[in-house]
């Protein structure tokens, strides 16, 4: 495994739309075990493949039910709202508060390509909302409605 570099704000790559993942092979195990040791050596709850500036449909999050790894992730359902403050590792030191689904069912495939549904409520749904954005070009900061700020 390996660290990879996060990509910050303002590069091109953070703003593109990411591929589908079509050869679930060793080159995306590595990705997927260098996203996670770079996640979590970050202190971040997601992390979506372009921000390691890979343009590939493949993302992960621990919101502390421990690693989940998602290829090629869709949302299929949304319920409710909630409005929470939210950060971004390419966007270090910021948050900001934005609108999301309370509760999401999400479509994916693991990283041997089988496929499986996931459920997320509160945070964990806020988490699978951002990495998927992540996947279509989208930050955050884009669906800011209330504070945000800086931290030091
Ligand atoms: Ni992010």
């Known amino acids: 495994m390996a660290l990879r570099n996060i990509v910050k ?75 929470e403050t939210e950060g971004c590792l390419s966007c270090p030191g910021e948050y900001g508060t934005t609108r999301r689904p309370m509760k999401v069912t999400v479509r994916a495939q693991d990283r041997n390509g089988n496929a499986f549904t996931v459920e997320g409520e509160g945070l964990k749904a806020r988490a699978l909302c951002h990495e998927i954005d992540h996947l279509n070009g989208i930050l955050y900061k884009d669906k800011v409605i209330g504070p945000r700020g800086k931290v030091n």
């Open 9 to 83: 704000e303002g590069d091109p790559t953070l703003r593109k739309i990411s591929r589908s993942v079509l050869n679930f092979d060793e080159k995306l195990w590595t990705l997927l075990d260098d996203m996670a040791e770079t996640m979590y050596n970050a202190d971040g709850c997601g992390l979506a493949a372009p921000q390691v500036g890979i343009l590939r449909r493949v993302c992960i999050i621990d919101v502390g039910e421990g690693l989940l790894e998602l290829v090629n992730p869709v949302v299929e359902a949304e319920e409710g709202v909630q409005e």
